[in-house]
């Protein structure tokens, strides 16, 4: 796996002054990254294991993915708008409802993902995995809710082998035990995918914007 550390918007590498030594990265796409990140953070933060988080792009062939698309004369917008998300520019969603999807056509190889940094000493990957799982519906391939596109795919990025291993073991289980439909997760290896950090206005997203867009995660 090659890690970005920096996409124009900073990222991670940004951030992990103070983290400890012995800190894990873990990184998983399951529909809209702004609920995915704010989901993680409200379960494991607060010293209940999880360090940092970031949402970006994973597992595409973009050379640098990202939701600033050109198409600004294209919808009439000022050059103070941007294309947010794929849920339509800020100020004129409905105007251009039909159409926002093309704004995701530059990135739809990759998807939205979240990258977190945790504490293995307080959870385990196999925690983070099986709250992955409860916390979208992983049958409905490349969707979520009314996310849909490839980009909202369900996904998990392994760092290392044993997290490979673990991640294949919780798939098991849940497609067993929890779900009657097929699940189409993807359980990616690692040294075969690439991880870029999303601009800056997506970081944190439902925190500064509590009252914004509801991620069929949540």
Same mark, same amino acid.
């Given at each position: 796996m090659t890690v970005i550390p920096e996409s124009p918007a900073g990222g991670l590498a940004a951030k992990q002054q103070g983290i400890p030594p012995h800190a894990? #990265?873990?990184?998983?796409?399951?529909?809209?990254?702004?609920? $995915?990140?704010?989901?993680?953070? @409200?379960r494991f933060g607060n010293g209940k294991g999880l360090l940092?988080?970031?949402?970006?792009?994973?597992?595409?062939?973009? #050379?640098? &993915?990202t939701y600033r698309q050109p198409f600004f004369f294209f919808f009439g917008l000022s050059s103070g708008d941007h294309i947010d998300h794929c849920h339509c520019? $800020?100020? $004129?969603?409905? @105007?251009?409802?039909?159409?926002?999807? *093309?704004?995701? *056509?530059?990135?739809?190889?990759?998807?939205?993902? $979240?990258?977190?940094?945790?504490? &293995?000493?307080?959870?385990?990957?196999?925690? *983070?995995?099986?709250?992955?799982?409860?916390?979208?519906? &992983?049958?409905? #391939?490349?969707?979520?809710?009314?996310d849909t596109g490839t980009q909202y795919r369900s996904a998990v990025f392994a760092h290392n082998e044993e997290q490979l291993r673990i991640a294949r073991s919780v798939t098991d289980q849940v497609s067993r035990r929890w779900w009657k439909a097929p699940v189409t997760t993807e359980l990616n290896p690692p040294d075969q995918w690439q991880w870029w950090t999303a601009e800056a206005y997506h970081q944190l997203y439902l925190e500064k914007n509590p009252t914004g867009y509801v991620c069929p995660a949540q």
């Open positions: 894990q #990265k873990a990184t998983f796409a399951a529909g809209c990254f702004w609920g $995915v990140e704010h989901m993680y953070r @409200r940092d988080a970031s949402v970006g792009y994973c597992g595409g062939n973009s #050379k640098l &993915p520019a $800020v100020g $004129v969603r409905d @105007r251009i409802a039909d159409l926002c999807s *093309l704004a995701c *056509l530059a990135i739809e190889t990759d998807a939205e993902a $979240v990258q977190v940094i945790y504490d &293995p000493t307080i959870v385990s990957y196999q925690q *983070l995995v099986e709250f992955f799982y409860s916390m979208h519906d &992983p049958t409905t #391939k490349n969707r979520q809710g009314a």
